[in-house]
């Protein structure tokens, strides 16, 4: 079991900034890969951005490309999501996933994010 808990949503105006973390615990070591998916209202989760846990590859939806960035801190096991230039479409509840080595996928709770336009 790998527990994920998500943390730095909010509202901000159309243009701002915002940085979601996600910190795991539990059997973290066989974690392969984690990332951030997004679910806005009466539309599927979709994905959003992945980083590899061992060599640290980074992965974007073309959404928000140029304007998100994923890290990684490895003794923290926290993983990050910078989100810039934040639209209006962007506006969902974040979800933290853990792929673990297993196959299996663990989520976190959520943390909602508002963009005013």
């Known amino acids: 079991q790998v527990n994920l808990v998500e943390s730095g949503g909010g509202l901000v105006q159309a243009g701002n900034s915002l940085r979601l973390s996600c910190i795991a615990s539990?059997?973290?070591?066989?974690?392969?890969?984690m990332g951030w998916y997004r679910q806005a209202p009466g539309k599927e989760r979709e994905f959003v951005a992945s980083?590899?846990?061992?060599?640290?590859?980074?992965y974007y939806a073309d959404s928000v490309k140029g304007r998100f960035t994923i890290s990684r801190d490895i003794r923290k096991i926290t993983v990050y999501l910078q989100m810039n230039s934040l639209k209006a479409e962007d506006t969902a509840t974040y979800y933290c996933?853990?792929?673990?080595?297993?196959?299996?996928?663990?989520w976190g709770q959520g943390t909602q994010v508002t963009v005013s336009s």
């Open positions: 996933n853990a792929h673990h080595r297993s196959g299996h996928d663990f």
């Open positions: 539990g059997r973290t070591g066989l974690i392969d890969s």
């Open positions: 980083q590899r846990w061992s060599n640290g590859d980074t």
